[in-house]
């Protein structure tokens, strides 16, 4: 928000006709806010784009993105609740999670969400698949999805494959997954897998 504001040379000028007066803009930023992040995560060696979801962001000139209170980039303006930045490599070359910050002069931050550095070179792991039985009347249907948990997923095109008892070959079942997070995927049962005791990984660009 922009106000002109009209001031006198002299705080007795405003009884003098012809007195000179002068212009001085003040501009007067409302702190910025964050709501989410997308994606949430990705690799430790940075280079992906990200977009900040939130409230009151401006075209500034020195709009800039912060990670973790120590690595800041430039950001890219979107709308007033939207703006776009490249993920940093993170400073300590590891897994973990830091906070992005937004600021519309380079000095003052709007308050922190959540992101992950995942580390690209290790596989993604699995931890708990739900439901972990499925009645083979739904499957032949097409109608079971499976949630699963687990941890270094990355925002890069997956999919899910079955195998019995973790016997994996070009030939496993395969299906999309749809990756929500760092540690949550999900994916759809392929009908044709019959009746089934097994079990699911996941494979990724990496």
């Not at 962001?57 to 690595?71: K, S």
């Not at 690209?120 to 792991?125: I, K, R, V």
Request: hydrophobic share 40%; proline share 8%.
């Amino acid at each position: 928000m922009t106000m002109k504001c009209l001031i006198a040379d002299s705080p007795y000028n405003r009884y003098v006709a012809n007195a000179s007066v002068y212009w001085v803009v003040y501009t007067v930023a409302i702190t910025p806010s964050l709501a989410s992040a997308m994606p949430s995560y990705g690799p430790i060696s940075g280079g992906n784009m990200i977009t900040l979801r939130g409230a009151n962001l401006a075209p500034t000139r020195e709009l800039t993105c912060n990670f973790g209170g120590d690595v800041s980039t430039s950001a890219t303006f979107v709308n007033t609740s939207a703006a776009r930045c490249a993920a940093p490599a993170n400073a300590v070359s590891a897994a973990s999670t830091v906070e992005i910050a937004i600021s519309l002069d380079g000095r003052n931050y709007s308050n922190g969400v959540g992101y992950s550095f995942v580390n690209a070179e290790l596989p993604p792991t699995i931890v708990h698949v739900a439901p972990a039985l499925v009645p083979l009347a739904h499957l032949t249907r097409g109608e079971v999805s499976v949630s699963i948990s687990g941890g270094n997923f990355l925002p890069t095109p997956a999919t899910c494959e079955f195998g019995p008892l973790g016997e994996f070959s070009n030939n496993s079942p395969k299906s999309p997954a749809d990756v929500a997070s760092v540690s949550e995927a999900s994916c759809a049962v392929p009908p044709a897998l019959g009746a089934f005791s097994g079990a699911i990984r996941i494979n990724q660009a990496r």
